[in-house]
C-alpha cells in the first residue's frame, strides 16, 4: 500500500507564500513523475505542477508559473511545492499525486497518476 500525505496548508493573505510537503510512504514505489493539482468549490480538478523523477524536469500550469516551483528531496520521500505571490484564485484543496507509468506525455491530465493524496486546503484572503 502507498500513501501519500500533504501537509502546509492553510490560510494566507494575497502575496504571502506557503509551502506544502507531500510525503510518500508504504511499500517501494518505482515512480516515473510526480504533480501537484488542486480542486476549488464546483471546480474540476487541475494540474498546477509536475516533476519528472528521474533528471527532476518540471512542468507548470500557465496560471502558476514563475510564482510555484515544485521539488523533491534528496531521499526520494518527499515532493513539494513553493507558492509565492499567491492570489485569491489560488485558493482550492491541493493534491499530490504520483504515476508510476508516466511515459512523458499526459503529465497535466489525471488519469496518468496511480496514487493520490487526500489534500490540503489553502485558502488566500483579498
Known amino acids: 500500500q502507498v500513501q501519500l500525505v500533504e501537509s502546509g496548508g492553510g490560510l494566507v493573505q494575497a502575496g504571502g507564500s506557503l509551502r506544502l510537503s507531500c510525503v510518500v510512504s508504504?511499500?517501494?514505489?518505482?515512480?516515473?513523475?510526480m504533480g501537484w493539482f488542486r480542486q476549488a468549490p464546483g471546480k474540476e480538478r487541475e494540474f498546477v505542477a509536475g516533476?519528472?523523477?528521474?533528471?527532476?524536469?518540471?512542468y507548470y500550469a500557465d496560471a502558476v508559473k514563475g510564482r510555484f516551483t515544485i521539488s523533491r528531496d534528496n531521499a526520494g520521500n518527499a515532493v513539494f511545492l513553493q507558492m509565492n505571490s499567491l492570489k485569491p484564485e489560488d485558493t482550492a484543496v491541493y493534491h499530490c499525486?504520483?504515476?508510476?507509468?508516466?511515459?512523458?506525455?499526459?503529465?497535466?491530465?489525471?488519469?496518468?497518476?496511480?496514487?493520490w493524496g487526500q489534500g490540503t486546503q489553502v485558502t488566500v484572503s483579498s
Open positions: 499525486a504520483a504515476s508510476a507509468r508516466w511515459t512523458g506525455v499526459g503529465l497535466e491530465r489525471k488519469e496518468t497518476y496511480d496514487y
Open positions: 508504504g511499500r517501494t514505489l518505482v515512480r516515473s513523475a
Open positions: 516533476l519528472r523523477w528521474t533528471g527532476g524536469t518540471t
